[in-house]
């Protein structure tokens, strides 16, 4: 069974930066997708970055582009968001997720993606 645990939320001032990262065990899909999502109080989830397991193609929100990176570490079996210059409108509920494949066009949509973690809160606030 796919197990996702994500860390690295905080509370933080704007312009800090700030690292998720999501231990990934059992998820072995070699074509997959695997993303970051994001929810905040009486807001749909959305997608905010994704990447293709295989070619390590990643595709960003027009939100974060320029300031949020995914990344993944497979020996360490990974998924990084590093987000810098970070916004009070960032602030919410983080999310990692996994998938099998899913075409480009439709890869920040969450209801693509079947495996979950549980969250890791992100608060930025002066």
């Known amino acids: 069974q796919v197990q996702l645990v994500e860390s690295g939320g905080a509370s933080v001032q704007p312009g800090a930066s700030l690292r998720l990262s999501c231990a990934v065990s059992?998820?072995?899909?070699?074509?997959?997708?695997m993303g970051w999502f994001r929810q905040a109080p009486g807001r749909e989830r959305e997608g905010v970055a994704v990447?293709?397991?295989?070619?390590?193609?990643?595709i960003a929100a027009d939100s974060v582009k320029g300031r949020f990176t995914i990344s993944k570490d497979n020996a360490k079996n990974t998924l990084y968001l590093q987000m810098n210059s970070l916004k009070p409108e960032d602030s919410a509920m983080y999310y990692c997720?996994?998938?099998?494949?899913?075409?480009?066009?439709?890869?920040?949509?969450?209801?693509?993606?079947?495996?979950w973690g549980q969250g890791t809160q992100v608060t930025v606030s002066s």
């Open positions: 997720a996994a998938s099998g494949y899913i075409i480009t066009g439709q890869r920040l949509r969450p209801g693509y993606f079947g495996h």
């Open positions: 059992e998820y072995s899909s070699s074509n997959g997708c």
């Open positions: 990447i293709h397991t295989a070619s390590n193609n990643a």
